[in-house]
T-cell receptor, first 112, second 113 residues
Framework: RKEVEQDPGPFNVPEGATVAFNCTYS??????FFWYRQDCRKEPKLLMS?????NEDGRFTAQLNRASQYISLLIRDSKLSDSATYLC?????????????WGAGTKLIIKP | DGGITQSPKYLFRKEGQNVTLSCEQN?????MYWYRQDPGQGLRLIYY???????QKGDIAEGYSVSREKKESFPLTVTSAQKNPTAFYLC????????????FGSGTRLTVV
């Protein structure tokens, strides 16, 4: 089982719709969680951190479910510019240290 | 504007050659990282450095080497011992620790010819 798993997609969604995707992680002791956005052939950019209480930034909402070991990202009123790959990142214990473990990403395509 | 600069953007390597990828940051970040990205896979950590003159191996360090002589610079050498070097290489920095987001450079796309 992968340490951080995401549905690769693609999710094809009409403009204006709401879309949500999840990311599961294997280590219940994981400390912190992030969503990054990566455009085709570009570097990842931090979209938002995921807090225990959930957090919202404009049209984007991130939530953490520690009991079921997953985080989610919800995008409301989707725009064409939201088309990208969304990477889930988990800070996970590795030996005596913690290390960021990256999911392979979920591809989102917003259609006009 | 502060940021991370990676060069070159594209690099072609012949079999048996060593090549060095540059990474420079002016964000005054202590920690720097090198990742490799292959299609359909998550980013994999090659090396990281949390302070000048110190660095640690990541999950896939074999065939790579780094140095951290200055806070601003963290070059990666892909040696001939790396058997499958074709990939997208990303350098990142953070203010320190993994509870903060990383800032990435724009990447170097390395191809073996």
């Amino acid at each position: 089982r992968k340490e951080v798993e995401q549905d690769p997609g693609p999710f094809n969604v009409p403009e204006g719709a709401t879309v949500a995707f999840n990311c599961t992680y294997s280590n219940s002791a994981s400390q912190s969680f992030f969503w990054y956005r990566q455009d085709c052939r570009k570097e990842p950019k931090l979209l938002m951190s995921v807090y225990s209480s959930g957090n919202e930034d404009g049209r984007f909402t991130a939530q953490l479910n520690r009991a079921s070991q997953y985080i989610s990202l919800l995008i409301r009123d989707s725009k064409l510019s939201d088309s990208a790959t969304y990477l889930c990142v988990v800070n996970m214990e590795r030996g005596s240290n913690y290390q960021l473990i990256w999911g392979a990403g979920t591809k989102l395509i917003i259609k006009p | 504007d502060g940021g991370i600069t990676q060069s070159p953007k594209y690099l072609f390597r012949k079999e048996g050659q060593n090549v060095t990828l540059s990474c420079e940051q002016n964000l005054n970040h202590d920690a720097m990282y090198w990742y490799r990205q292959d299609p359909g896979q998550g980013l994999r950590l090659i090396y990281y450095s949390q302070i000048v003159n110190d660095f640690q191996k990541g999950d896939i360090a074999e065939g790579y080497s780094v140095s951290r002589e200055k806070k601003e610079s963290f070059p990666l050498t892909v040696t001939s011992a790396q058997k499958n070097p074709t990939a997208f290489y990303l350098c990142a920095s953070s203010i320190g620790g993994n509870n903060y987001g990383y800032t990435f450079g724009s990447g170097t796309r390395l191809t073996v010819v």
